[in-house]
């Protein structure tokens, strides 16, 4: 029995994974265009709402 529960702790154990996450990655790659978007949108509501 004590071989059957350490076969299943490889696949999807306890253990935390290291270094970032998957969402993590996801949230750095998409984090900087967001950014970039959001800057170019108030520049241009500046743009347009100052005289």
Same mark, same amino acid.
């Given at each position: 029995? /004590?071989? +059957?529960?350490?076969?299943?702790?490889?696949?999807? *154990?306890?253990?935390?994974?290291? *270094?970032? =996450?998957?969402? *993590? &990655? @996801? =949230?750095?790659? #998409? *984090? #900087?265009? +967001?950014?970039? %978007? /959001? @800057? #170019?949108l %108030?520049?241009?509501? &500046?743009?347009? #709402? &100052?005289?």
């Open positions: 029995m /004590g071989a +059957a529960q350490d076969g299943m702790t490889g696949a999807g *154990g306890a253990q935390a994974p290291r *270094g970032r =996450t998957r969402w *993590g &990655v @996801v =949230t750095a790659i #998409l *984090g #900087l265009p +967001a950014s970039a %978007l /959001g @800057v #170019l %108030l520049m241009t509501a &500046v743009r347009v #709402l &100052v005289p």
